[in-house]
C-alpha cells in the first residue's frame, strides 16, 4: 500500500486543490507542526495525499496519481459541475477511467475500481 503522494503546488493554489481533492473523497487532517505552515495534508481512508508549498512547483507531464473512487459517474459530474474537464479513457481491467488536471496542474487518474 503507498501511504501518501506528495504533490507541489504555488500557496495561492491550495483553497482550490483542497476543494478538488475532497471531491475525490479526501479530507483535510493536520500536518506536523514542523510543516503546518507549508504544507496542507488530506486523506481518504489509509491514503494521503500531502500539498506542498513551493515557488516554483514541479508538475510531471505524464505521470500521475491514480484515485479508484466509489461513486464514479456522480464524481465525474462534480469534477464537471466544479468547472473542470474529465477527459475519458480507454478501459483498463475492465474499469471505466478518466483523467483531469487539478487547479495545480498535476495530471490524476480516476478509476471505477483498482484492477484485480
Known sequence: ????????????????????????????????????????????????VHLLYADEPVIASEGHVAVVVEHYHATLAALREAGLDPQPRTRHWGSERCFVRCPAGHRVEVMAFAPG
Open 1 to 48: 500500500m503507498i501511504q501518501h503522494v506528495a504533490l507541489e503546488l504555488r500557496p495561492d493554489d491550495g483553497e482550490a486543490c483542497v476543494r478538488f481533492w475532497s471531491l475525490l473523497g479526501f479530507a483535510p487532517v493536520a500536518a506536523p507542526p514542523s510543516l503546518g505552515d507549508r504544507a496542507l495534508w488530506l486523506r481518504s481512508g489509509a491514503t494521503q
